[in-house]
Nanobody
Framework: QLVESGGGLVQPGGSLRLSCVIS???????MGWFRQAPGKEREGVAA??????????YYDDSVKGRFTISQGNSKNTLFLQMNSLKPEDTAIYYC??????????????????WGQGTQVTVS
C-alpha cells in the first residue's frame, strides 16, 4: 500500500531523496515520514496535510532547515529531501498515512498505513 525508495549510504554532509508511492485505494489526507534507529523508538521526522488545500507542514526540531517534505504533482507520491545529513540521521525511514489529521503528528500509533521502510546510513 505504501512503498518507500531512495535510501542508501551517504557521507556526512551529503543528500538523499526518499520517495513514497501510495496505492490508489489508500484514503489518506495526512502523511508523514518516521525513522527508527537501532535500539530506539520510532520517531516522527516530518509530516503534512495532503488533503484539499494542503498546508500544515511539521518537522522535528532535529531536521528543521535540513529536510523538506513535499507531495508529488500526482498526489500519490510523498517525498523527503534530506540535505546536510549527519551520522545521527542513520535509521530505517518509514512512510506513514492516515485519513484524518492526527492529534499528535509525531505519534506513530496515530497512523493506519505504513510502508516497509528504507535504510539510510550516513557514514
Amino acid at each position: 500500500q505504501l512503498v518507500e525508495s531512495g535510501g542508501g549510504l551517504v557521507q556526512p554532509g551529503g543528500s538523499l531523496r526518499l520517495s513514497c508511492v501510495i496505492s490508489e485505494h489508500v484514503r489518506a489526507n495526512f502523511m508523514g515520514w518516521f525513522r527508527q534507529a537501532p535500539g530506539k523508538e520510532r520517531e516522527g521526522v516530518a509530516a503534512m496535510y495532503t488533503g484539499f488545500g494542503g498546508g500544515n507542514i511539521y518537522y522535528d526540531d532535529s531536521v528543521k532547515g535540513r529536510f523538506t517534505i513535499s507531495q508529488g504533482n500526482s498526489k500519490n507520491t510523498l517525498f523527503l529531501q534530506m540535505n546536510s545529513l549527519k551520522p545521527e540521521d542513520t535509521a530505517i525511514y518509514y512512510c506513514a498515512a492516515k485519513y484524518r489529521r492526527p492529534l499528535s503528528w509525531g505519534d506513530p500509533s496515530e497512523y493506519n498505513y505504513w510502508g516497509q521502510g528504507t535504510q539510510v546510513t550516513v557514514s
